[in-house]
């Protein structure tokens, strides 16, 4: 199955493969040198979770494909 057929809210994942981009890098530096309000939500600039939302995906779309091609 292509990506293109996935649902909307599945294909909402590609957006964060911007995660590391030179964007999230600057706005990820300026947080950390407090340029940012305290009160600011940060949970975007979470390497970890990010990283752990991206891995978990891909075990998912994979055991979907899997689930698809049988």
């Given amino acids: 199955m292509s990506k293109?057929?996935?649902?909307?809210?599945?294909?909402?994942?590609?957006?964060?493969?911007?995660?590391?981009s030179k964007?999230?890098?600057k706005d990820f530096e300026a947080d950390e040198q407090g340029l940012y309000p305290e009160d600011l939500k940060r949970?975007?600039?979470?390497?970890?979770?990010?990283?752990?939302?991206?891995?978990?995906?891909?075990?998912?779309m994979e055991m979907v494909r899997l689930f698809l091609e049988e």
């Fill in 4 to 20: 293109k057929k996935y649902p909307p809210r599945i294909k909402r994942f590609e957006d964060l493969s911007k995660y590391g």
């Fill in 23 to 25: 964007q999230w890098r």
């Fill in 43 to 60: 949970g975007v600039l979470s390497e970890d979770g990010i990283y752990n939302l991206l891995e978990r995906n891909k075990e998912v």
